[in-house]
T-cell receptor, first 112, second 110 residues
Framework: QKEVEQDPGPLSVPEGAIVSLNCTYSNSAFQYFMWYRQYSRKGPELLMYTYSSGNKEDGRFTAQVDKSSKYISLFIRDSQPSDSATYLCAMSLSGGYQKVTFGTGTKLQVIP | EAQVTQNPRYLITVTGKKLTVTCSQNMNHEYMSWYRQDPGLGLRQIYYSMNVEVTDKGDVPEGYKVSRKEKRNFPLILESPSPNQTSLYFC?????????FGPGTRLTVL
C-alpha cells in the first residue's frame, strides 16, 4: 500500500463546476499538507500549504485536512478551462519541505 | 523575478557516463530539493538540502549524489547512470510557505 493514495482520474467537469480532489494517507505522523498544480511539460506549482487539521482558503481554492480520517481535499470553485492540469497532493512530517511524499496526481479537465 | 533554472533541459546519454544536472535559484532560499517524476509513481524525493553543506537523503537516493557548496546552487550528480535512472528530474527551492520548481530535465540513459 502506498503511503499517499490519489485517484489518477482523469476527471472531466464543465466550466463553472465545483471540483473536489482528494487524497488519503496512511502515516498519521504527517503534519504538513500541500497541493500542487502541474501543467503539461511544466514543473509543479505550489497552490496551498497547510499545517495540521482545518481549512485554508485562497481565492477559488480551499484546502481541507481531516487528520482523524487521514484525508485531505482541494476544492476549486467556479472552475475554468485554465484549471485543466494535474493536481498533486503532498505531505511531510516536518515543515520546510523535508522528506516530502507525493501522491501520483489527478488529471483534471475543465470543459468550456 | 523568482527563478529556478536547470541545465540541461534534455539529455540523452549512455550507461556509465558520469553526468551532472545543475540547479540554481535566485531567491536566497535555504531549502533545495531534487525529485524525479515517473509515470504511475509520481514525484519522489531524491535528496534535499537545508543549507550550505547540509544535505540528506530523500526516498530514492541510490545512484545519486548532491553537493551544496553555495546557497544558490544544488547540482545532482549521477556517477554511473543506468537505464532505470531515465526519468524527468525537477529541482525545487523553498522558503517557509513558498516553493518554486525548475522547468525539469528529461534524462534518457541508453
Amino acid at each position: 500500500q502506498k503511503e499517499v493514495e490519489q485517484d489518477p482520474g482523469p476527471l472531466s467537469v464543465p466550466e463553472g463546476a465545483i471540483v473536489s480532489l482528494n487524497c488519503t494517507y496512511s502515516n498519521s505522523a504527517f503534519q504538513y499538507f500541500m497541493w500542487y498544480r502541474q501543467y503539461s511539460r511544466k514543473g509543479p506549482e505550489l497552490l496551498m500549504y497547510t499545517y495540521s487539521s482545518g481549512n485554508k482558503e485562497d481565492g477559488r481554492f480551499t484546502a481541507q485536512v481531516d487528520k482523524s480520517s487521514k484525508y485531505i481535499s482541494l476544492f476549486i470553485r467556479d472552475s475554468q478551462p485554465s484549471d485543466s492540469a494535474t493536481y498533486l497532493c503532498a505531505m511531510s512530517l516536518s515543515g520546510g519541505y523535508q522528506k516530502v511524499t507525493f501522491g501520483t496526481g489527478t488529471k483534471l479537465q475543465v470543459i468550456p | 523575478e523568482a527563478q529556478v533554472t536547470q541545465n540541461p533541459r534534455y539529455l540523452i546519454t549512455v550507461t556509465g557516463k558520469k553526468l551532472t544536472v545543475t540547479c540554481s535559484q535566485n531567491m536566497n532560499h535555504e531549502y533545495m530539493s531534487w525529485y524525479r517524476q515517473d509515470p504511475g509513481l509520481g514525484l519522489r524525493q531524491i535528496y534535499y538540502s537545508m543549507n550550505v553543506e547540509v544535505t540528506d537523503k530523500g526516498d530514492v537516493p541510490e545512484g545519486y549524489k548532491v553537493s551544496r557548496k553555495e546557497k544558490r546552487n544544488f547540482p545532482l550528480i549521477l556517477e554511473s547512470p543506468s537505464p532505470n535512472q531515465t526519468s524527468l528530474y525537477f529541482c525545487a527551492s523553498t522558503s517557509l510557505d513558498t516553493q518554486y520548481f525548475g522547468p525539469g530535465t528529461r534524462l534518457t540513459v541508453l
